[in-house]
């Protein structure tokens, strides 16, 4: 296993990498928060170049600012509420995490932020073999599932509906591995690689990504993830059936971070 330097990734100009923490020395959430705060308020300063903090988490739930109730964890498990947008995620040992803090013109396109990361690591998962692709209307980055009619019935049976779909009180944490996240994959439904939130302040934006690399994807199970009833997560160790570290990834996403976010024509929002 290739180890994981800490500290600055040296570029002559452009994207500045920070690596926060990885493996034994991953970085609780309060703690990374804080520093991409520091980190904020000198990029708008412009005391420091746009750098993006790269890491892992001790497990944690967060909940951006659209979560519901209904969402959250059953048990009580403790969840940070946090300032970005989206809904609930869980972060946790064997996802990489990605904050880039980056100063965009004004008026903000939030949206071509999004997408710019987006495509960054759609192209990170096609180096490692996997095909990975936009949801129309939902956020980050998939593995597209069969089409309905050729997916196999949840638990061997055949059905004629899935209630995740017509049953607004449908509660996925409730009704057993048939309907649970981790297994969207088995079901062949599309599944998220990649959750997506962020936040803009004074022009500048925090928060970021979460890439499932090798996690153990039950622990989204307790949730509803990302608010998405009908469709489940997925990690590339999963669809690619071997082990793989963030190790072996880090270096790929940094990559094509520099790629996308250097070479992007960044230009105001259309008003």
Known sequence: MTAISRGETPAPEG???????????????????QEQRRVHAARFADEV?????????????????????????LDGTPVIDVDRGGKITWHGPGQLVG??????????????????????????????G????????????????????????LGGLQLDFDPRVTDELFDPRLN????APSNAGQRREDRKLAAIGIRVAKGVTMHGFALNV??????????????I?????????????????IAEVLPVVEKHLRDV???????????
């Open 214 to 227: 090798n996690p153990d994807n039950t622990s989204f199970d307790k949730i509803v993830p990302c608010g």
């Open 261 to 271: 976010l250097e070479g992007a024509e960044l230009l105001p929002r259309v008003v």
């Open 229 to 245: 009833r009908d469709a489940g997560v997925a990690s590339l160790a999963g669809e690619l059936g071997r082990e793989i570290t």
């Open 15 to 33: 994207l500045r990498f920070v690596h926060l923490g990885f493996g034994a020395d991953a970085v609780d959430y309060e703690s990374a928060w």
């Open 176 to 179: 057993g591995p048939e309907y």
């Open 49 to 73: 170049p746009d750098t993006c903090l790269l890491l892992e988490h001790p497990p944690v739930y967060t909940a951006g600012r659209r979560t519901t109730d209904d969402e959250r964890p």
């Open 99 to 128: 904050y880039p803090i980056q100063k965009l013109p004004r008026p903000v396109d939030v949206v071509a932020h999004v997408r710019r990361l987006e495509d960054a690591l759609i192209r990170t998962c096609a180096e490692f």
């Open 130 to 153: 996997v095909e990975a692709s936009r949801v129309e209307g939902r956020s980050g980055v998939w593995v597209l599932g069969d089409a309905v009619e050729e997916r196999a019935g």
